[in-house]
Nanobody
Framework: VQLVDFGGGLVQAGDSLRLSCAAS????????IGWFRQAPGKEREFVAA????????KYADSVKGRFTISRVNAKNTAYLQMNSLKPEDTAVYSC?????????????????WGQGTQVTVSS
């Protein structure tokens, strides 16, 4: 499966953004989707994950209550709605896919990756 993530940009603290992850070349509904981010000089970190049927989700504590992960299997697309953005949310955000049903937070367990989209939050 090929993933293309987009929707990043430059926003002010408190603003919202919605990232999209469009998939092609595979059966999208059979993949668990995760979002990760990497800030300059830091390791990549887990943000959120969503199960095959969108019935289960998992979030990093740092984004819980502010970010919402979702998916529309009919559109082969997953989303990350980011509200109340903070400067510390600044990073390159990437979506990833894995065939196993478990909502994994370790990036090494994901098989396919998008190219990443930059999110910059100014104070």
């Amino acid at each position: 499966v090929q993933l293309v993530d987009f929707g990043g940009g430059l926003v002010q603290a408190g603003d919202s953004l919605r990232l999209s992850c469009a998939a092609s070349g595979g059966t999208f509904s059979s993949y668990t989707i995760g979002w990760f981010r990497q800030a300059p000089g830091k390791e990549r970190e887990f943000v959120a994950a969503i199960g095959w049927s969108a019935g289960s989700t998992k979030y990093a504590d740092s984004v819980k209550g502010r970010f919402t992960i979702s998916r529309v299997n009919a559109k082969n697309t997953a989303y990350l709605q980011m509200n109340s953005l903070k400067p510390e949310d600044t990073a390159v955000y990437s979506c990833a896919a894995r065939t196993h049903w478990a909502l994994e937070s370790r990036d090494s367990w994901y098989d396919y990756w998008g190219q990443g989209t930059q999110v910059t939050v100014s104070s």
